[in-house]
């Protein structure tokens, strides 16, 4: 019998559709979509896969999810896995799981990944490195905790993602800033850290019911908040081709003792962690969730095959082929200079000439385009090579030549 699924996704967006698109290319599987949009916004060849949809008006609301997850499993004749990959969705969707009793991460768990203070917590009592934290219901506790690590610190919500609404604070007035900006409660407190130096990378790993059967990694250039507190900044990121080398021997150690101690079962997760400067490492945090920043694209180029398939695949039937990676390969995300709408791109005939040989993806910035705030920038491409090295030097010759003007 094909094994019925529901996937919940609010939007769609470019990255969401491919994940979709995977779902509803699984073997033996029938698929049902959540989502805010009506099923007419999906290109007509995912649409035509689907066997149903269900339209909510919040799809991050539990209730709304159970509902919508009630009526299509009375449609489709049951429901045997229920799948998001964005990060505001994994808890909701583990309350869901607990409550009509589906199979797969449930509400603890899902909490261990979402709630960042309660994650570094566990992992510091677990021998897991990590910066030290503090959660701050008023300025007091801010300052108490600031002060006795030095600044800087880390300033960010207890429930976020990536480098979004993150602050690096680097002394006690421009905590008092932040502090009227944000106004922290015992409803609302916020996260501060210690602020780590060093080479920020990710440790992506795919797990089946809690063996960790293969991972993958990647290096920032630079950390993603050092590229948002500089607009000019085109940040770009390199998937080495030798992730056995020794030099990760450090993270590997503490990597699988992370994901244990949070409760990682089946799934592809995201983790972020430092290299100081000393050697060591430091776990920064971890997502049950696959990653995003199109990294999931580039495991796919450095490896020769569909990851977003693969991650379906994953998901639904809990089969996982490792692959062989044969390449390295970068991605640089353009960043637009200046105000206003992307005006133009300068340097693309030039890095065509000298660098187009290596590039297997991109997608650019269009005249018109509003700006992104993001450190992903307003489009990015892909480079990839047999060797590490050559991939490195190409990124760090693109984002040179390559410049989004606004204006």
């Known amino acids: 019998m094909p094994r019925n699924v529901v996937f919940v996704a609010p939007f769609f967006i470019e990255t969401t559709m491919r994940f979709i698109n995977a779902v509803a290319s699984v073997e033996d599987s029938r698929l049902g979509l959540i989502s805010q949009e009506p099923l007419e916004r999906l290109p007509t060849e995912i649409a035509g896969r689907l066997t149903a949809h269900w339209q909510v008006d919040d799809a991050l609301d539990p ?60 992992l510091h009592q677990a021998g897991v490195p990590c910066a030290r934290h503090a959660l701050a219901t008023d300025g007091a506790e801010a300052h108490q905790f600031a002060e006795m690590v030095g600044y800087p610190v880390v300033v960010k919500p ?83 081709r030798e992730i056995e080398h020794p030099g990760f021997d450090g993270i590997r150690q503490v990597a699988g003792r992370a994901l244990d101690t949070l409760g990682m079962g089946t799934g592809l997760s995201h983790m972020e962690w430092f290299r100081r400067s000393d ?44 692959p062989t990676r044969d ?35 991109a997608r650019l910035p269009r005249p018109g385009q509003t700006p992104s705030m993001s450190y992903e920038g307003d489009g990015f491409v892909i480079l990839r090579h047999h060797e590490t090295r050559v991939v490195e030097e190409a990124l760090r010759r693109l984002v040179t030549l390559i410049r989004v003007e606004l204006g």
């Open 63 to 122: 209730n709304q999810i159970g509902f919508a997850v009630e009526s299509l499993r009375a449609r489709m004749g049951g429901v045997e896995r229920l799948l998001a990959v964005l990060e505001h969705l994994q808890v909701p969707l583990a309350e869901v799981r607990e409550s009509l009793r589906i199979e797969g991460m449930g509400v603890e768990a899902a909490q261990n990944f979402r709630d960042k203070s309660r994650m570094k917590t566990m």
């Open 158 to 240: 207890p429930a976020g993602s990536g480098a979004r609404d993150t602050f690096r604070v680097e002394s006690a007035q421009a905590l008092d800033q932040i502090l009227r900006l944000i106004s922290p409660s015992t409803a609302r407190p916020f996260l501060l850290e210690e602020f780590m130096t060093g080479a920020e990378h990710s440790f992506d790993t795919v797990s089946i019911r809690g063996e960790h059967i293969w991972h993958s990694l990647t290096r920032y250039y630079p950390t993603p908040l050092e590229v948002m507190e500089n607009q000019w900044i085109q940040w770009c990121v390199l998937l080495p």
């Open 279 to 322: 050697g060591t490492v430091a776990v920064s945090e971890v997502g049950a969730r696959p990653p995003g920043a199109q990294i999931t694209t580039l495991i796919g180029h450095a490896h020769g095959f569909d990851m977003y398939r693969a991650w379906a695949r994953l998901m639904v039937h809990e089969r996982f082929d490792v």
């Open 327 to 361: 390449y390295a390969a970068g991605i640089a995300y353009l960043r637009g200079q200046g105000a206003g709408r992307v005006r133009a791109i300068h340097g693309l005939e030039r890095a065509q000439a000298e660098l187009g040989a290596l590039v297997v993806e």
